[in-house]
């Protein structure tokens, strides 16, 4: 695990695609105003017959934001991935563009250079680091080009090397939902009771980043904003370093400072490089070595 006499700002991008960043991710401060009275209560309303039972499934199509399989990139978001969305690309430009155009990528052209026997390896289809602009992270980019082929990875298929990002068809699972029960007869108003007093809160959570991107790009993929200042407070600190990355829930073999003295701004301090990982920086667990 990297550290060093100075850290990277939350806005800072690493010097290079292998870097992963440690961010502190807070949600913004927010007042809770005090709840109004309760209403008096409604008179029951009419019995209606329960509606039949609904079941549903929806697709979305993302790029993943790191070289795992599609499992891992539809997980992330619990939802599932769906092998016959997949398998509809196989062969087909328009299918592809029009699957890319829905992950919010556009593609400036089309690669089919691992036909005809290296695509399910490769994990097509897919987008590679060295061909792409934009953000995997904001969901938003453009291939240049966009590859697919005859053959499509299967969901469970993790790419070659960690220079290719899947296409990925994530459906919600199939559930069905059951009739309401009557409502039950109202209730007597309650006793009215003074006001809480405004209630300010402010919680950092600490995580390695899933991407090459800067904090403010990883904080932001959950909703919530980087910290400058926990940052700096790990600045030449082993002991703060360790902490952190123990709350986000990796452990550290050993310690290098190796961007010290001067690159650790632009090295993305602190940080892990992908060729001293092991485990999962999506899966929020794993060793820094």
Same mark, same amino acid.
């Given at each position: 695990c990297?550290?060093?006499?100075q850290v990277a700002k939350c806005s800072q991008r690493p010097v290079d695609g292998h870097h992963r960043r440690l961010c502190p991710?807070?949600?913004?401060?927010?007042?809770?105003?005090?709840?109004?009275?309760p209403p008096p209560p409604l008179p029951p309303p009419a019995l209606l017959p329960p509606p039949p039972p609904v079941s549903f499934s929806?697709?979305?199509?993302?790029?993943?934001?790191?070289?795992?399989?599609?499992?891992?990139?539809?997980?992330?978001?619990?939802?599932?991935?769906d092998d016959t969305a997949l398998e509809a690309t196989a062969g087909s430009k328009e299918k592809t563009e029009a699957a890319y155009k829905a992950a919010h990528f556009t593609c400036s052209s089309?690669?089919?250079?691992?036909?005809?026997?290296?695509?399910?390896?490769?994990?097509a289809p897919y987008l590679h680091t060295s061909h792409l602009s934009g953000s995997t992270a904001g969901r938003n980019g453009q291939g240049r080009p966009c590859f697919y082929g005859n053959q499509v990875a299967k969901c469970s298929q993790r790419p070659v090397d960690g220079h290719h990002r899947r296409l990925c068809?994530?459906?919600?699972a199939a559930a069905s939902l059951s009739p309401p029960s009557p409502p039950p007869p109202p209730l007597?108003? =309650?006793?009215?009771?003074? $006001?809480?007093?405004?209630? /300010?809160?402010?919680?950092?959570?600490?995580?390695v980043a899933t991407t090459e991107g800067s904090c403010d790009d990883a904080c932001g993929f959950v909703n919530k904003l980087c910290d400058d200042t926990a940052l700096e407070a790990t600045a030449g600190s082993k002991e703060k370093t360790?902490?952190?990355?123990?709350?986000?829930?990796?452990?550290?073999?050993?310690?290098g400072t190796g961007c010290s003295p001067s690159?650790? =701004?632009?090295?993305?301090? $602190?940080?892990?490089?992908? /060729?001293?990982?092991?485990?999962?920086?999506?899966?929020?667990?794993?060793?820094?070595?």
């Open positions: 990297f550290y060093g006499n991710c807070k949600v913004a401060a927010a007042s809770l105003s005090p709840p109004s009275p929806t697709i979305t199509w993302q790029v993943a934001t790191t070289e795992g399989s599609c499992d891992d990139a539809c997980g992330f978001v619990n939802k599932l991935c089309f690669g089919t250079g691992c036909s005809p026997s290296n695509c399910p390896n490769w994990g068809p994530c459906k919600v007597p108003p =309650p006793a009215l009771l003074p $006001p809480p007093p405004p209630v /300010s809160f402010s919680t950092i959570t600490w995580q360790e902490a952190a990355y123990k709350a986000a829930h990796f452990t550290c073999s050993s310690f690159n650790c =701004p632009n090295w993305g301090a $602190p940080y892990l490089h992908t /060729s001293h990982l092991s485990g999962s920086t999506a899966g929020r667990n794993g060793q820094g070595r």
